[in-house]
């Protein structure tokens, strides 16, 4: 099909496979490295269609530069904080994003974020490397059980749900703060309560939430203040949900136990007072990054722009109300 698409970002091969097969014109940028916004707009210029990453900002701008023969977005991205849904819908872009391809893969990260912050296994590998480990002793590297521990859920998607099956492993009771019940979890033995009442109640905090104006910096100072000093605060959801700044005097004054995170609120800038910190694990955007994960929201966002731009059926279509007549 004489169709003209372009990828921000080097990718798996079978995504890109897909794509040249279906139209004959496919560029890409052959880095890793996010494209600056100026290149962006430049590369973006006469293309159908864009299939971009969760960091690239698709806004006026890059639409315009487009031009308007552009009709979709395919974000290769659950979240898509980074696109003008608003204005792509106005100039009736469809966008699509990677809904429940990732669900598990992220929630056993989550897992791995609570382990390694709670049992300091960062800080055990360090020493263990150091040379100076002399051997066993009673009080050395002493971290916090989870077993038994009360998990509060922040956010209980299908990530938030696939975080709370694993729960029962660890016999932990988990509880959750949600706008609407979520029967799914409520058949685990999960309880839905305050927001309020999961900070002081929880021993481990996990957060799911899309970013939103409403769920940016709902951790600051008064909700790090209101959970247990011996709790943990894990962030797999977008950076900008807390206040970095908070976060670190949170740490550094002991408001709370530890941090794990795989997002920040600058990303890929890192606040620097959260790097000298012991108590806080620190990853970088790596909540998906499984072989097998990754090659399956490659072939879906191929897909995505596939059906989109060939009038096919898609269900994973942001903003459908652009297809209506």
């Known amino acids: 099909m004489n169709l003209n698409v ?3 970002r080097r990718t798996q091969t079978e995504a890109l496979t897909l794509l040249q097969k279906a139209f004959e014109h496919v560029d890409l940028s052959d880095d890793l490295l996010p494209m600056p916004p100026d290149k962006l707009r430049e590369a973006a210029s006469g293309r159908d269609g864009l ?13 315009d530069a487009a ?27 469809v ?8 669900d598990e893969t992220t929630a056993d990260l989550t897992w791995a974020l609570m382990l390694a912050v709670g049992r300091r296994l960062i800080e055990a590998d360090k ?3 150091s040379g100076e480990w002399r051997g066993w ?19 209980a998607g299908r990530i938030g749900a696939a975080v709370a099956r694993r729960a029962a492993g660890f016999s932990m009771p988990v509880i959750y703060s949600t706008r609407t019940p979520k029967p799914e979890l409520d058949k685990f033995g999960a309880k839905r309560v305050a927001f309020d009442e999961l900070l002081r109640q929880s021993d481990f905090i996990t957060v799911h939430v899309p970013l939103t104006p409403e769920t940016k910096h709902m951790f600051g100072e008064k909700q790090f203040r209101a959970m247990k000093p011996t709790a943990f605060f894990i962030n797999m959801a977008r950076g900008p949900v807390h206040d970095e700044a908070a976060l670190v005097r949170a740490l550094q004054q002991r408001w709370i136990a530890g941090a794990g995170l795989d997002v920040y609120e600058n990303e ?8 000298p910190l012991a108590n806080a694990v620190l990853l970088p955007h790596i909540g998906s990054a499984t072989e097998e994960t990754r090659r399956r929201m490659s072939i879906m ?25």
Do not use: H, W
């Open 127 to 129: 020493f263990a490397r």
């Open 51 to 63: 299939l971009i990453m969760g960091n690239d900002k698709a806004d006026a701008a890059l639409f």
């Open 268 to 275: 890929p800038q890192i606040n620097p007072d959260l790097l």
């Open 67 to 93: 031009g308007p023969q552009l009709r979709a977005i395919s974000n290769y991205s659950v979240g898509y904080n980074n696109i003008d849904i608003a204005e792509a819908t106005r100039r009736r872009i």
């Open 95 to 102: 966008v699509t994003n990677t809904p429940g391809v990732l």
């Open 137 to 155: 002793a009673p009080t050395q590297l002493c971290g916090a059980d989870l077993f038994g521990k009360t998990l509060g859920i922040v956010g």
């Open 6 to 8: 372009f990828i921000t």
């Open 301 to 325: 966002t191929a897909e995505n722009l596939i059906n989109v731009l060939t009038g096919k059926p898609c269900p994973n279509i942001v903003n459908p109300e652009v297809l209506k007549p």
